[in-house]
């Protein structure tokens, strides 16, 4: 316990068990030295006893409760921009169970909770997040022996799946967002918008990974919550897609900045190399960001800058260069069906723009000879 004197008036710091922090408070009395001796003698042993009082009752009841244990959660995430947020959540926790001790909330206890909240599933899934991270901590001290969330699982409804946050750029507007943009925001949409790749994928790309004799880009790992991770959200997603000819200038550009940078990443941060640009640098924020402008500036409302890749799969299904399964795989869906539950409603139509005059069972083109492929696998089942 510190005494200290701040302006005319003695003060004392001490940790407060309660807050669980360090505190600063005024003793009231003036910077004198018949003050100072009573604070020194009678003041400061007084709220040492408080103190060791509240420390035998926290380490007896209050650090086995809910609300101890939340605040010990609140303090590893208070650095986090979505501190409030968790806040907001935690608070909402708190007030459902009360300050009660941890191990005597069960498992159908969560569950209740969690499936009671009257917000989406993905909100849901936020608190569920927040009320596990509770739970890990209390595991970690032994105070239970198990996470009473850990059997919770959660899984969109028919409705949310239908309403997937999907809003394609037409032709005209991919051109007009393209040319009026400038820098390294015009590269990362010519990539985007020609490859159909992830945002974190994009933004992992080294020189490297670019094969200019097979004309191939090859994804194997990405950048995400500011982090690079050597491995993609599925097993499927590592792959190797074709470049097409029109990327090469953007690509071009990117390659001279990253050697004027001393770097293989293509999205190096200019101030520092050694990270990567994160997509709001290159965006900035939703409002007065370079990406809200540009979007202003091309007559478009805002739309979030990751459907780049929904216009890359819907014009790509529409234009019948490639078959469904073909494009799934440059996306790196698990499997087709993924990319019709996305978009099926914007190439809905689309096989009635064929040719007419096809004949599939008098077809010369070896490519969709089928008999071939038949009998060769008669072949191979009888040998």
Request: hydrophobic share 30%.
């Amino acid at each position: 316990m510190i005494m200290f004197k701040r302006g005319k008036k003695l003060y004392l710091e001490f940790f407060d068990n309660v807050k669980n922090k360090k505190v600063q408070k005024s003793t009231g009395k003036d910077d004198t030295e018949e003050n100072r001796k009573f604070v020194k003698e009678i003041l400061i042993p007084q709220l040492q006893k408080k103190i060791s009082s509240e420390r035998k009752t926290t380490s007896v009841s209050d650090s086995r409760t809910l609300k101890f244990y939340t605040n010990k959660y609140l303090r590893e995430k208070e650095n986090l921009s979505t501190y409030y947020e968790i806040l907001s959540k935690s608070n909402s926790i708190l007030k459902y169970f009360g300050d009660i001790s941890v191990n005597s909330i069960k498992p159908l206890d969560c569950k209740d909770y969690i499936f009671d909240l009257k917000v989406s599933t993905k909100t849901k899934r936020n608190y569920l997040n927040v009320l596990r991270g509770i739970f890990t901590i209390a595991c970690e001290d032994l105070a239970i022996n198990e996470n009473p969330t850990r059997t919770i699982s959660l899984r969109k409804t028919e409705e949310e799946r239908a309403k997937v946050d999907i809003e394609p750029f037409s032709k005209v507007n991919v051109e007009k967002l393209i040319s009026e943009s400038a820098g390294v925001l015009k590269d990362y949409l010519g990539l985007s918008f020609y490859t159909g790749a992830r945002v974190g994928e994009i933004l992992a790309l080294q020189v490297s990974d670019f094969d200019f004799e097979r004309k191939t880009i090859s994804f194997t790992k990405q950048y995400t919550q500011r982090k690079l991770k050597n491995s993609l959200k599925t097993e499927s997603s590592n792959r190797e897609i074709p470049l097409f000819d029109v990327v090469l200038p953007f690509l071009e550009s990117l390659v001279k900045r990253a050697n004027k940078l001393g770097t293989t990443y293509l999205f190096s941060n200019e101030n520092n190399p050694t990270k990567l640009l994160s997509i709001d640098n290159i965006r900035g924020t939703k409002k007065y960001g370079v990406w809200s402008k540009l979007l202003k500036s091309c007559d478009l409302e805002y739309r979030k800058i990751y459907n780049t890749r929904h216009t890359f799969a819907v014009h790509m299904l529409s234009s019948g260069k490639l078959s469904a399964s073909e494009v799934s795989r440059i996306l790196g869906h698990t499997n087709s069906q993924t990319m019709f539950n996305h978009y099926n409603k914007y190439i809905q139509g689309e096989q009635l723009k064929i040719e007419r005059n096809i004949d599939i069972f008098r077809s010369t083109d070896n490519l969709t000879d089928t008999d071939t492929l038949v009998n060769k696998n008669r072949n191979l089942k009888c040998a």
